[in-house]
Nanobody, 126 residues
Framework: QVQLVESGGGLVQAGGSLRLSCAAS????????MGWFRQAPGKEREFVAGISRRGARTDYADSVKGRFTISRDNAKNTVYLQMNSLKPEDTAVYYCAADSVAYVDIYDTPTEYDYWGQGTQVTVSS
């Protein structure tokens, strides 16, 4: 079992940057494929980015490709989401999630992930 705690959200102007962090408890962080999802008011939770257990493979939603970068530091039990060139449509609550089954494959459906953080709000003003 793993517990996830996100941080780094906030209010930023369009074109700005934020870096989200997700700290995981436990000693088996490297056993999880990690993902970032987001949910805007009135919308379904959507995949943003994912990273394989050792960080060799990443995947991104088309809407964030070229602007967001996911990375992980297994020694620090932390996964990051660097968000650049932010747009108002990026406004949402951002969640990190852990998939205990996948090894290299990165799934974009929330049901594939076993553990979730509480979320951090990102607001981008125009």
């Amino acid at each position: 079992q793993v517990q996830l705690v996100e941080s780094g959200g906030g209010l930023v102007q369009a074109g700005g940057s934020l870096r989200l962090s997700c700290a995981a408890s436990g000693r088996t962080f490297s056993s999880y494929v990690m993902g970032w999802f987001r949910q805007a008011p009135g919308k379904e939770r959507e995949f943003v980015a994912g990273i394989s257990r050792r960080g060799a493979r990443t995947d991104y939603a088309d809407s964030v490709k070229g602007r967001f970068t996911i990375s992980r530091d297994n020694a620090k039990n932390t996964v990051y989401l660097q968000m650049n060139s932010l747009k108002p449509e990026d406004t949402a609550v951002y969640y990190c999630a852990a998939d205990s089954v996948a090894y290299v494959d990165i799934y974009d459906t929330p049901t594939e992930y076993d553990y979730w953080g509480q979320g951090t709000q990102v607001t981008v003003s125009s």
